[in-house]
C-alpha cells in the first residue's frame, strides 16, 4: 500500500482520545493494517448479546533455519520473515560481524526461512541452552547472552526530551495493527525525532528482531538511533537493544528490576512511563538534554482507577 495522506480519524488509545492521521511521510516502513494475512474477520456476541464482527490478529509459527541447522519456531504475524530471521540470529549472536550472508530464502508454503553464510555454522550446544522469556509470544533467547554484552560499548549521544515527546505523539498516532485489531506490540526505529521503522507482531521481541534484521540488510548504523516500544522493558528488551548497538530504549510501558540493573550495567537509557509530559528514566540519564519544558507539553488524562506508583 503506498505512503501517503488520508482524512484524520478519532480512535480510543488505552483510555485516551486521539487524533490519529496517516501522514506516514517521516516512515521508511509503516505498518499496513491492511496488509493481507496480518488479520481475519471473526463473529462474536458483544455484552448486549447483539452479533460483531471485529478483526482479530493472525498469528503462524515461521521456522528459522541457519543454512542446514534448523534453529527455532517463533510464532508471528508473518510479515517481514527475511528482516525477523535475520534480526533473530543477529541478536543471538550466530550471525556474527562481518559474516557473508548469501541468501535468504523464504517458503509462504512451509512458513520456513533459511538463511544461508559463507560461514560454516555450527550451534547444537547454544541450542541447548534455551531460555523461555517473558515475552506474550513466548520469546526464546539463549542461554550465553549475557556473554555477548561483555564487550558492547554504547555511543554517549545526546537525546533530547524534545525528541521524545515528538516522537511518543506522533508513534501513539499512527494508523496500526494495535489500533486496528489490538493484541499485538509495536516497537519503532527513530534517528532524532522522526520515526523510521514501525515494525508490529504478537511479541515484542519479534518486532524488535525485525528492526534489528532491517538494519542489518540495510547496512544502518546505530548509534544515532533511538527505539521505542509499546511494551515493557524487559531484560529481552534491553539485551536486544544492546546488541544492536542503540543507546536509547523507550516505552510508554514499565520496567523490570533486571531490565533496569542490564540497563545500567551496559550504560544504556532505559526511559519508560512515556505518558504525555510524563516520563521515568532509570538508567543513562546523563544522556538526556532537558530542552523541552514538560509544561508546555499536553497532558494525557489518566484512565479512570488508575493510579500513579509513589
Given at each position: 500500500m503506498p505512503l501517503g495522506l488520508r482524512p484524520l480519524r478519532n480512535v480510543l488509545l488505552q483510555g485516551v482520545q486521539l487524533a490519529v492521521t496517516d501522514d506516514l511521510s517521516d516512515y521508511l516502513i509503516a505498518p499496513d493494517p491492511?496488509?493481507?494475512?496480518?488479520?481475519?474477520?471473526?463473529?462474536g456476541v458483544d455484552h448486549d448479546g447483539v452479533a460483531q464482527q471485529i478483526n482479530v490478529v493472525e498469528e503462524r509459527p515461521l521456522t528459522i533455519y541457519l543454512n542446514s541447522q534448523e534453529i527455532v519456531t517463533a510464532m508471528t504475524i508473518g510479515d517481514?520473515?527475511?528482516?525477523?530471521?535475520?534480526?533473530?540470529l543477529r541478536n543471538q549472536g550466530m550471525l556474527r560481524e562481518g559474516d557473508d550472508i548469501t541468501g535468504v530464502e523464504y517458503d509462504e508454503d512451509l512458513e520456513v526461512v533459511v538463511v544461508r553464510t559463507s560461514r560454516k555454522t555450527d550451534y547444537e550446544e547454544k541450542l541447548r541452552r534455551k531460555t523461555r522469556t517473558s515475552g506474550c509470544a513466548v520469546g526464546t533467547v539463549f542461554g550465553d547472552m549475557m556473554e555477548g554484552l561483555e564487550g558492547v560499548v554504547l555511543p554517549?549521544?545526546?537525546v533530547r526530551t524534545s525528541w521524545l515527546y515528538a516522537l511518543s505523539a506522533k508513534i501513539n498516532r499512527t494508523p496500526s495493527l494495535y489500533l486496528q485489531a489490538g493484541a499485538i506490540h509495536g516497537t519503532v526505529l527513530c534517528c532524532s525525532d522522526r520515526p523510521l521503522v514501525y515494525m508490529e507482531d504478537v511479541g515484542r521481541h519479534n518486532a524488535v528482531d525485525k528492526?534489528?534484521?532491517?538494519?542489518?540488510?540495510?547496512?544502518?548504523s546505530a548509534e544515532d538511533k533511538i527505539l521505542y516500544t509499546t511494551g515493557r522493558l524487559t531484560s529481552e528488551m534491553v539485551i536486544k537493544t544492546a546488541m544492536m548497538g542503540i543507546p536509547v530504549l523507550a516505552s510508554r510501558s514499565g520496567f523490570t528490576a533486571w531490565g533496569v540493573e542490564i540497563a545500567q550495567q551496559v550504560g544504556l537509557t532505559l526511559i519508560g512511563?512515556?505518558?504525555g509530559r510524563r516520563f521515568m528514566c532509570l538508567a543513562g540519564e546523563a544522556r538526556l538534554l532537558r530542552d523541552a519544558d514538560p509544561a508546555a507539553i499536553e497532558e494525557e488524562p489518566r484512565r479512570a482507577g488508575r493510579k500513579s506508583a509513589p
Open positions: 491492511e496488509a493481507r494475512r496480518l488479520t481475519r474477520v471473526v463473529t517481514y520473515p527475511d528482516y525477523l530471521a535475520l534480526g533473530f554517549q549521544t545526546p528492526i534489528a534484521g532491517w538494519m542489518l540488510s540495510e547496512g544502518v512511563r512515556m505518558k
